[in-house]
């Protein structure tokens, strides 16, 4: 249960959800399987984990893993994740500003239509390989939104994305990580 108003949800308080949305990897984060499959491990629980594996999010029993920490393995296994974040989680790094407004002096770059974050090529921002526009931190991008942009005219970006927020969330959380490094 939430600890900022007793009887709700965490996903459903605004400080709960910016946390778990904000939160860190774990210590030792990149793994292995028995079999050697690389794993990077996104939020650990008392005996199991949320993992990325190539094959998509698992969770898996945190005894099984091995660390890599030491290995010469671990930049193989970043480039393997980080792909497999990158088409499950249909994300790309921009190479040049997604939008016209951002360019625009006056007017400044959009943001987020759910938390309100800046998004940019200045900033950084992801982008969605499926309605070309910038990724928030918080998982949401345009993909499945009818609104009005800047100029007032109404735009449609559909379908929706094949995956949950909150698994794109942590495909996001794992793309970042893996491309830090």
């Known amino acids: ?11 459903q308080c605004a400080v709960c959800r910016r946390e778990l949305e904000r939160a860190p990897l774990p210590t030792d984060p990149i793994r292995s399987m028995p ?3 690389p794993v990077l491990v996104l939020r650990a629980g008392n005996d199991t984990v949320t993992a990325l594996t190539a094959e998509g999010l698992r969770e898996l029993h945190e005894g099984d893993l091995q ?3 030491a290995s010469w ?13 990158a088409a499950l989680g ?15 002096e006056d007017i400044g770059a959009p943001h987020c239509y759910s938390c309100r974050t800046v998004l940019s090529y200045d900033r950084h921002s992801l982008g969605c390989r ?3 526009y910038y990724v928030c931190s918080c998982g949401r991008c345009l993909c499945g939104v009818t609104a009005r942009n800047w100029q007032g ?7 929706p994305l094949e995956v949950t927020r909150e698994d794109r969330l942590e495909f996001v959380r794992a793309f970042r990580f893996l491309n830090a490094a």
């Open 90 to 104: 249909f994300l790309f790094t921009p190479r040049y500003p997604l939008t016209q407004r951002e360019q625009l």
């Open 73 to 85: 393995r671990v930049a193989s296994f970043q480039a393997a994740l980080s792909e497999a974040a």
């Open 130 to 132: 499926q309605c070309n």
């Open 67 to 69: 660390s890599e920490a």
């Open 153 to 159: 005219v109404i735009f449609s970006q559909l379908p």
């Open 1 to 11: 249960m939430c600890v900022h108003i007793s009887g709700i949800p965490p996903n």
């Open 35 to 37: 079999d050697g499959t």
